[in-house]
């Protein structure tokens, strides 16, 4: 059965310092990947996502992640964090003939000033 | 444009009573529906997804059912409550068919059973 993996579940930082959130998938085929961000009482919502192409995207509030197939993984980066970024983020994948998204555990980020 | 409603937010139920979670999608057609339940440290667990009315796909077992009345109406029920029940309980919806069909989320609704 396929699989997401966040290693990462707590990530505590300071403003200004560089994020790396890990996400690996266990699917061999064809994949969407998502992540989607959760800030302390909004609803969950999609900061990035790759279908094909280029696989360097980029995202709102200037997260991207990279595809690297051979690696199975879609890491989330940003090079700068903001108090604002503290939220959960959840990696998640879609295979190319399901509707249906698996996602990871999750990784809560705080950011302090 | 599109909107995801979800009702009630919060809900605290006894025990062995019954449970009716309504989720609705407003702003679009046939779309695919789904719930999952969300718990610390655990992600999001897809609980059931419909691709039609009364179409219904089961992922897990466990106490709930869900129901599909109408194009853009999703019911998650039990008819007895359980303590591992609780939980926060996400509705979600996407566009039917092709490759680029992301999921939109509600707001969700936190049920305790106690």
Known sequence: ?113 | SQTIHQWPATLVQPVGSPLSLECTVEGTSNPNLYWYRQAAGRGLQLLFYSVGIGQISSEVPQNLSASRPQDRQFILSSKKLLLSDSGFYLCAWSRAGGIYNEQFFGPGTRLTVL
Do not use: M
């Open chain 1, 1 to 113: 059965a396929q699989s997401v993996s966040q290693h990462n579940h707590h990530v505590i930082l300071s403003e200004a310092a560089s994020l790396e959130l890990g996400c690996n998938y266990s699917y061999g085929g064809t994949v969407n990947l998502f992540w989607y961000v959760q800030y302390p009482g909004q609803h969950l919502q999609l900061l990035l996502k790759y279908f094909s192409g280029d696989p360097l995207v980029k995202g709102i509030k200037g997260f991207e992640a990279e595809f690297i197939k051979s690696k199975f993984s879609f890491n989330l980066r940003k090079p700068s964090v903001q108090w604002s970024d503290t939220a959960e983020y959840f990696c998640a994948v879609k295979t190319y003939n399901t509707d249906k998204l698996i996602f990871g555990t999750g990784t809560r980020l705080q950011v302090f000033p």
